[in-house]
Structure formats: structure tokens, C-alpha cells
């Protein structure tokens, strides 16, 4: 069975202490594992798309990689915006809907 | 429009009274997703169109819910005869599915509180 797992599932960080979110994945033949964010009381709003193993993106203090089994989100030098929930999505073989994670609600305190 | 717009925002209805949500999905995206949030961010795709066509609906209730996206009209979900189960927040996204990327653009949700 398909599976999303991210961890840890909340994170309390100081302004500039930089971290790493992990989102762990068991799908066969990923068609592409997704990162949002969503803050409270709105809509997941879309981050970055990745591939295939190797693969890396850049977003200001953001960077999202991709190997065969999991993806990390790094975060550099955060502040107290970054603050919110992270949720890493797959999209499975054969399929086009999503499948989600459980995120990681991050908090940047000042 | 620009971004993908759901109404309304909340939605209260009393345990077996129907409940009707909608989404207008960005303009030029020809596909559109409902999901269902409930407690501990747990997603639960519902069902897909390809313009008004049912895409995918292998997440949706057998009994009790339902779905149009009809041409010139706002996408619905429909819930016949509301369970206190049915309480969370139900997203929309849609996808212009272009270059066979699937990047999914979601609306702010309806939260629909089942009393």
C-alpha cells in the first residue's frame, strides 16, 4: 500500500536555526512527490514539484531534494513567516489525485 | 480567475440535512480535485473531473455524496442526509495538468460543521 510518512511531526526552531523536515515514501514508479504549505484556516499552497531521485529546487530560504525513498525540505536561516504546516504529496502510477502526508506544523519563534 | 474560489467559507447543517459546497477552478485548468480534511491533516481524496467529465471517483462514498462540474457553472459537492462524520474541511484544487505536470492549485476550503 501506498504510504506518505513525515516526520517529526512538529518542529520548534529559533529565528536562524536551520533545520530539516523529511517526508519518506513507498511508492512504486513515483510520478512526483509534491511540498506545500498551508497556514491555518487556508488552502495548501503549492511549493515545489520533484521528479527523480537526484533532483533539487531552490525557493528563498526553501530547498526541496528528492531521493529514491524520501525527500527533505531544508530550510536555511528561518524566520518567524515560515511558520506553518509543511505537507509533502505523491502522485502514484496510474493516478492524478494526491496522496498526502500528515506535514510537519513548524514554528519559528523570534 | 486566478486563484481557485470556494463557497461558502462555513457551512453549519443539522445531522441529515444536505449540504452543497462549490468551486469556480482557475480559468484554462481542465481538471479539478475535491478533498476532504479532517482531524490531524489527514487529506482524503473524494474525486477528480476532466472538464465536466467524472475523471477519477474511486475516493468518494458510494451512498450520500455527489459531484458535478458542469459547463459555464461553478464545480459542486453535494452530501445528501449530513453524518456528524462528514465535519471537516472540504478543499478544492484544480490543474492545468500541462507538460504531464500535475501541479495542483488549491482553493481556501468550505469547513462544513455537521451539529
Known amino acids: 500500500e501506498d504510504q506518505v510518512t513525515q516526520s517529526p511531526e512538529a518542529l520548534r526552531l529559533q529565528e536562524g536555526e536551520s533545520s530539516s523536515l523529511n517526508c519518506s515514501y513507498t511508492?512504486?514508479?513515483?510520478?512526483?512527490l509534491f511540498w506545500y504549505r498551508q497556514d491555518p484556516g487556508k488552502g495548501p499552497e503549492f511549493l515545489f514539484t520533484?521528479?527523480?531521485a537526484g533532483e533539487e529546487k531552490e525557493k528563498e530560504r526553501l530547498k526541496a531534494t528528492l531521493t529514491k525513498k524520501e525527500s527533505f525540505l531544508h530550510i536555511t536561516a528561518p524566520k518567524p513567516e515560515d511558520s506553518a504546516t509543511y505537507l509533502c504529496a505523491v502522485q502514484a502510477p496510474g493516478a492524478n489525485n494526491l496522496f498526502f502526508g500528515t506535514g510537519t506544523r513548524l514554528t519559528v519563534i523570534p | 480567475g486566478e486563484e481557485v474560489a470556494q463557497t461558502p467559507k462555513h457551512l453549519v447543517r443539522g445531522e441529515g440535512q444536505k449540504a452543497k459546497l462549490y468551486c469556480a477552478p482557475i480559468k484554462g485548468h481542465s481538471y479539478v480535485f475535491w478533498y476532504q480534511q479532517v482531524l490531524k491533516n489527514e487529506f482524503k481524496f473524494l474525486i477528480s473531473f476532466q472538464n465536466e467529465n467524472v475523471f477519477d471517483e474511486t475516493g468518494m462514498p458510494k451512498e450520500r455524496f455527489s459531484a458535478k462540474c458542469l459547463p459555464n457553472s461553478p464545480c459542486s459537492l453535494e452530501i445528501q442526509a449530513t453524518k456528524l462524520e462528514d465535519s471537516a474541511v472540504y478543499f478544492c484544487a484544480s490543474s492545468q495538468m500541462a507538460g504531464g505536470q500535475n501541479i495542483q492549485y488549491f482553493g481556501a476550503g468550505t469547513r462544513l460543521s455537521v451539529l
Open positions: 520533484l521528479y527523480s
Open positions: 511508492v512504486s514508479g513515483l510520478r512526483g
